[in-house]
Nanobody, 121 residues
Framework: QVDLVESGGGSVQAGGSMRLSCAAS????????MGWFRQAPGKKREGVAA??????TYRESLKGRFLISRDNAKNTLYLQMNILNAEDTAMYYC????????????????WGKGTLVTISS
C-alpha cells in the first residue's frame, strides 16, 4: 500500500507559475512510475505527466510548460507548471505504482485525493 498526499494547489493569475508536490509513504518502490493527472470541471480525468528512473513522458499539449520531477530520497513527486491559463484549472492528482510510462489511469493502483488549482484571468 502506498499513500499519496498532494499539496501546493491554490489560485494564481493567468501567466503565473505554480509547483505541486506529492508526498508518498508506505511501500514506495523507486522503480515504479509516478504520475500526475488532472480533472477539469465537467471533463474526464486526463494524464499530465509521468516519470520513472529512465525518463519521463508528457501530455503532448503540455510539453514545454509543465515539468515533472521526483526526489526518491524524500519520496516526493513534483509538478512545475508555468505560463498557466484558464484551461489549466482543475483538480490535480498524484498517482503511483505503474510499471509503464503511462498516462492511462488504469495503470496506476495508488492515488492521492487531489489538490485544486484555479487560474484566474
Amino acid at each position: 500500500q502506498v499513500d499519496l498526499v498532494e499539496s501546493g494547489g491554490g489560485s494564481v493569475q493567468a501567466g503565473g507559475s505554480m509547483r505541486l508536490s506529492c508526498a508518498a509513504s508506505g511501500n514506495v518502490d523507486s522503480r515504479d512510475i509516478m504520475g500526475w493527472f488532472r480533472q477539469a470541471p465537467g471533463k474526464k480525468r486526463e494524464g499530465v505527466a509521468a516519470i520513472g528512473r529512465d525518463g519521463d513522458t508528457y501530455r503532448e499539449s503540455l510539453k514545454g510548460r509543465f515539468l515533472i520531477s521526483r526526489d526518491n530520497a524524500k519520496n516526493t513527486l513534483y509538478l512545475q507548471m508555468n505560463i498557466l491559463n484558464a484551461e489549466d484549472t482543475a483538480m490535480y492528482y498524484c498517482a503511483a505504482g505503474s510499471k509503464y510510462y503511462s498516462l492511462q489511469e488504469s495503470d496506476y493502483p495508488y492515488w492521492g485525493k487531489g489538490t485544486l488549482v484555479t487560474i484566474s484571468s
